[in-house]
T-cell receptor, first 114, second 111 residues
């Protein structure tokens, strides 16, 4: 079946602009995670959605970052007033309720802020 | 909170065995993951250990000792395609499984 998809695969934006990154999780997966990975760094947790519960936003680095998950499926990560330090690969992952520990990652969106 | 420590880089020869160690500190243990990440690609799930001992899955095995805060990933019969970064991660307690990832161990397999 289809895996996790993300769009766009690459995004170049000017400092100060807003960007939206999209994630389509595996159908039926209730849990959805956003991470970012900077060059040579580990995966940094950003936000977690589980079903209809309030998201865990504890990993968001600033109030410029926000995310939504509509209808328990597609999610959008929005970064407002982008800064150069926001340049990274943004990864989305989903997991099922039966096996929450096994996350399936999308291919990521490489964001470059110039 | 959680803290993960693993070597930055390892090299090994094709056909050999390599052991990648991971030590962790966590306030509430909820299992330990290993993921594989090839350069430029997304991580893929390898294993999840919640009980002490060795779990074998083909050429890959993962070991856990909760009392020592220690895990290792054992790769046998190394192949060139095993060259990748191996990420150790410890999830938060509770049902969210929000993981703290280590920086990863870059494994280079040479002929």
């Amino acid at each position: 079946g289809a895996g996790v998809s993300q769009s766009p695969s690459n995004k170049v934006t000017e400092k100060g602009k807003d960007v939206e990154l999209r994630c389509d999780p595996i159908s039926g997966h209730t849990a959805l995670y956003w991470y970012r990975q900077s060059l040579g760094q580990g995966l940094e947790f950003l936000i977690y959605f589980q079903g209809n519960s309030a998201p865990d936003k504890s990993g968001l680095p600033s109030d410029r970052f926000s995310a939504e998950r509509t209808g328990g499926s597609v999610s959008t990560l929005t970064i407002q007033r982008t800064q150069q330090e926001d340049s990274a690969v943004y990864l989305c992952a989903s997991s099922s309720a039966a096996a929450t520990y096994e996350q399936y990652f999308g291919p990521g969106t490489r964001l470059t802020v110039t | 909170g959680q803290n993960i420590d693993q070597p930055t880089e390892m090299t090994a020869t094709e056909g050999a065995i390599v052991q990648i160690n991971c030590t962790y500190q966590t306030s509430g243990f909820n299992g330990l993951f290993w993921y594989q990440q090839h350069a430029g690609e997304a991580p893929t799930f390898l294993s999840y250990n919640v009980l002490d001992g060795l779990e074998e899955k083909g050429r890959f095995s993962s070991f856990l000792s909760r009392s020592k805060g220690y895990s290792y990933l054992l790769l046998k019969e190394l192949q060139m395609k095993d060259s990748a970064s191996y990420l150790c991660a410890v999830p938060s307690s509770g049902g969210s499984y929000i993981p703290t990832f280590g920086r990863g161990t870059s494994l280079i397999v040479h002929p």
